[in-house]
């Protein structure tokens, strides 16, 4: 798991299982997925890394502080298209088996996402994830 992950405060989290409740959500799952963010040093990599992207498509899906955490790694223009299409990102990126970059760069460009900016942002994502 990437230390960027590590920046994820119990708050912002607790925020997130709140707006997943809001939205309807089953607020197990949220905390469920809280109380294992809250222990990734203790995973094997390969289950960290599962659940930094759950958070992440709820980050996308439901905003919030996650959210502005995850947008922090981003210029404002890269910011911007991160957040007009962060539904259908996390649709994507919650249906995928696998995450690389160029599959999520290629799927953000027929979004319209200019070449460069998908790739940055496939990138962080990938960075994030670890």
């Known amino acids: 798991m990437s230390a960027l992950a590590q920046d994820l405060t119990s708050a912002d989290l607790d ?22 963010m809250g222990r990734l040093d203790e995973l094997p990599p390969v289950q960290a890394a599962g659940l930094v992207r759950q958070a992440v498509v709820a980050a996308l899906r439901y905003g919030g502080r996650v959210l502005a955490w995850l947008l922090r790694h981003f210029n404002q223009e890269v910011a911007g298209y991160v957040l007009r299409h962060s539904q259908v990102l996390a649709d994507f990126l919650d249906r995928a088996e696998n995450w690389a970059v160029a599959k999520i760069a290629q799927f953000l460009e027929r979004l319209g ?18």
């Open 113 to 130: 996402v200019p070449g460069h900016h998908a790739a940055e942002i496939a990138r962080v994502l990938m960075a994030i994830v670890g």
């Open 15 to 36: 925020d997130l299982v709140e707006r997943m409740r809001a939205a309807g959500q089953d607020g197990a799952e949220g905390e469920e997925l809280k109380a294992a």
